[in-house]
């Protein structure tokens, strides 16, 4: 239920805040106050489409806020859970429309997209009006219905889990099919992928490993030279570094003999040259080592070029390649139980194929009947909205499958999906001799509201959403008919929360609460309010909407009986 409505720099709304009620709420006034405004808002606040248009001239972005009050365990409380909220605490959603075109939908305080709000918002409310069908005038939606009215959506459910269990199946085994269809060209081709990666015997940081052998390989010259030359400075050539330090530490030897404290450091000096000593022989080691060797410079590089061409192959890493490896024989392994996983698929997919057939056509029979039942009682209410002579029927065929469909996919011919197999369409004539149309091509504006308040409420309390709103559902009509609407909606209203827009008193007269939304200039700037109504100012506006402007005593006395006489 619609318990808060915030709007701000929206169109002619400077700021707007309506609480709502349950029961029926009645919003009335002068055409072109802004009533519609207030339509596209909690239209956008459900998941329109946004556009920087709508933004009040002089502001930056406009905010739109609406709390919906959550019945526990509902479809919209599931689905708000599924999503990480908790529906104990109400739904806030909160729209910024910026000229930007950077739009935000924040639903309780997190930042979120418009296909979640379409999913939580989509059981939740619905706005009805002479040219709005949304939902119940929508052919794919006719189907939908009757199960409602007929309580069949636990079939209808246990139909589209049996779909969507075999779906994904029957793509596997497509697949596998196609594997096995090329199995020994697929078996030849994966081999020989294997066996090239195994007799690579690649290891792992091997190409580093080898990119430093190579570039060692191709600079021996140079390293000869410099480790040669630092040899002879470090020990060989006279006046080397090595024949240095036994100078000087001989001489530091001497000089301890008149001063003890200089014994470590002729010590130290024979250590460095002992060091040096080590360093050199090292070196002549290493110069043992870099002899020009091409052959192994060659090895070296015909290995670089083979693990390259793998990595080109496999992923562009010896890490891939040997992933790659796991892959193939993974794969091998698979082909070779193909033919055993395919028995296993075919054999489960028979089974569920069964199972659809039977809910498919249980749901189907049944949906006949309860659509014989749903056109009786839509002319019944019909009637009572003075639309006796009205011939309604819903339209049911199945869908023949297509010539290339899943055999698993079939059930006697016709197509099954996640709703079974069947299409429903609502068809109607609203005058004697008229032949029966689509509900959809229906002109009549009144006509139109009147089917859309049958439907509405034959479909309360079945699960149906919680908060309807009647756009000016009151067009074309007027007199009788508009007292016979006032009071479905009254009644209505004892299963939802009903909010009308509305023009006639006839039907403004059975609200439980009366708002006025009217204009107003200040500053310069025009803008919309909107306030709740007082008895006695609730008894002006009905005189208002019958009188006009000029409102006069017989006026006031008449919407004073009117008020008094629901």
Do not use: W
């Amino acid at each position: 239920m619609l318990r808060e409505l915030s709007i701000k720099n929206f169109a002619i709304i400077d700021d707007l805040h309506i609480c709502f009620s349950a029961g029926l709420t009645v919003l009335s006034g002068e055409t072109g106050a802004g009533k519609s405004i207030i339509i596209n808002a909690v239209n956008l606040l459900l998941g329109s489409r946004a556009t920087a248009t709508l933004i009040r001239t002089g502001a930056e972005a406009a905010e739109l806020e609406a709390l919906f009050e959550i019945t526990p365990k509902s479809r919209v409380s599931v689905l708000m859970e599924e999503y990480g909220y908790d529906p104990s605490e109400g739904l806030i959603i909160r729209r910024i429309i910026s000229r930007s075109d950077r739009h935000r939908i924040y639903i309780n305080g997190k930042l979120s997209t418009i296909q979640i709000l379409e999913s939580v918002t989509e059981n939740l409310a619905s706005i009805s009006g002479q040219h709005v069908h949304q939902g119940l005038l929508r052919d794919d939606q006719h189907l939908f219905i009757l199960d409602q009215f007929g309580g069949l959506m636990p079939l209808r459910n246990e139909a589209g889990k049996l779909f969507n269990e075999i779906v994904p199946l029957v793509k596997r085994l497509k697949e596998l099919n196609s594997i096995k269809d090329r199995q020994a060209e697929q078996i030849d081709f994966l081999s020989y992928q294997k066996k090239e990666i195994t007799e690579a015997s690649v290891r792992p940081g091997e190409d580093v490993e080898l990119e430093s052998l190579r570039t060692r390989l191709k600079n021996t010259e140079s390293l000869y030279e410099a480790v040669g030359s630092s040899i002879e400075e470090l020990y060989g050539a006279q006046g080397s570094i090595i024949e240095k330090l036994g100078f000087v530490r001989k001489t530091l030897e001497k000089a301890s003999q008149i001063d003890s404290e200089l014994s470590s450091k002729a010590e130290a000096v024979s250590g460095t040259a002992y060091d040096i000593e080590e360093i050199s022989n090292e070196l002549r080691t290493y110069l043992l080592k870099i002899q020009t060797d091409e052959k192994e410079l060659e090895a070296v590089e015909a290995r670089l070029d083979l693990l390259n061409k793998l990595k080109r192959k496999h992923g562009g890493s010896l890490e891939a390649i040997l992933k790659k490896l796991e892959s193939i024989e993974k794969e091998l392994s698979g082909i070779e139980n193909i033919s055993e996983i395919i028995a296993e698929i075919q054999k489960k997919l028979g089974s569920l194929h069964k199972k659809l057939a039977s809910v498919a056509k249980e749901l189907s029979s049944k949906r006949k009947e309860c659509a014989k039942q749903l056109a009786l009682k839509v002319e019944e209410e019909l009637a009572t909205l003075k639309m006796s002579r009205t011939k309604f029927e819903v339209s049911m065929q199945a869908v023949p499958a297509a010539g290339n469909a899943d055999p698993f996919l079939v059930v006697d011919g016709n197509a099954a999906g996640e709703t079974g197999i069947d299409r429903a369409e609502f068809i109607i004539a609203p005058n004697i001799g008229e032949a029966l149309k689509p509900l959809s091509a229906i002109a009549s504006g009144g006509e139109l509201s009147r089917i859309v308040l049958s439907l509405k409420a034959l479909l309360a309390g079945s699960g149906s959403v919680e908060t309807i709103v009647f756009d000016e559902v009151d067009a074309g009509i007027g007199g009788g008919v508009a007292e016979v609407v006032g009071r479905k909606m009254a009644s209505l209203s004892r299963h939802h929360q009903i909010i009308c827009i509305t023009h006639l008193p006839q039907i403004a007269r059975f609200g439980d609460h009366h708002f006025r939304i009217s204009k107003q200039v200040s500053g310069g700037r025009t803008k919309t309010i909107i306030a709740p109504l007082a008895e006695n100012e609730r008894i002006e506006e009905i005189a208002r909407m019958l009188g006009g402007e000029e409102i006069t005593r017989a006026t006031i006395a008449h919407a004073r009986e009117m008020l008094d006489s629901r």
